[in-house]
């Protein structure tokens, strides 16, 4: 991610909640499992979470500049409502980012509380806090990573961003590896299907280029293998770069 504090976001949300749930009681079980809880949210960074991220703005200066190569850029669309169940049963979900503060803390707080409602239900008489959570910790965390990475920063709204997100073991045979630019990246390919006469994908528009004309004339190429249910199109911002 380019924010470096991408899911920190969330977990210190959370611990903001748990340590409002604490507050007046000393030191009973109830207050321990919030602490045994907060403690387990720093092992949310560890997890193998994949993510690819889109924007609804469809044809935007800031991301051309900010992710294509100069003079030499595509953006690809794609039709959420189908990619959606496509996605889905590979193991990852779409939805729009969260930007809204008080969602966020509704979000987090409801978990929160269900969180340590359920770990105090079930506690055995005598049992000591700490050990009980971590031994009943993997279904709340798995609750917390089911929202936490679409919460995003408030100054990132104008994105308008949506992520496909997945927790994919690393053992998993679909992971692979990219160079990055500074270090080799672990990804998960994901089929879209795109062959087919419903294909997620919509479209390809083509970036500021010296050449856009050749740009496009070169995809028609790809109606060979790939369904573009609404073809080929050009950016209409009069940027140029070269």
Request: proline share 7%; glycine share 6%; with cysteine.
């Amino acid at each position: 991610m380019n924010d470096s504090k991408e899911f920190a976001h969330a977990t210190e949300l959370a611990a903001s909640a748990l340590r409002g749930l604490r507050q007046g009681r000393k030191g009973d079980n109830y207050a321990q499992l919030c602490a045994a809880v907060t403690s387990h949210l720093e092992s949310i960074s560890g997890l193998a979470l994949y993510v690819a991220c889109f924007s609804e703005v469809h044809d935007s200066l800031s991301q051309w500049r900010g992710y294509c190569p100069p003079s030499f850029g595509y953006s690809v669309g794609f039709d959420g409502d189908l990619l959606r169940p496509i996605a889905h049963e590979q193991g990852f979900e779409l939805r729009p980012c969260i930007y809204d503060r008080e969602l966020q803390k509704q979000a987090v707080k409801e978990w929160a509380r269900e969180a340590v409602a359920v770990l105090e239900s079930n506690f055995p008489l005598g049992a000591d806090p700490v050990e009980h959570t971590r031994a009943n910790c993997n279904t709340f965390l798995q609750k917390f990573v089911a929202f936490a990475p679409f919460m995003k920063d408030l100054s990132f709204r104008d994105e308008r961003e949506w992520r496909l997100v997945g927790m994919v073991p690393s053992n998993d045979p679909r992971v692979d590896l990219r160079p990055g630019k500074s270090l080799l990246v672990p990804y998960v390919p994901v089929k879209l299907n795109s062959a087919a006469e419903k294909s997620p994908v919509w479209n390809i528009c083509v970036g500021p280029t010296p050449h856009i004309e050749l740009a496009m004339n070169s995809l028609s190429h790809l109606f060979q293998k790939v369904q573009l249910r609404n073809g080929v199109t050009r950016t209409m911002i009069p940027y140029r770069d070269w």
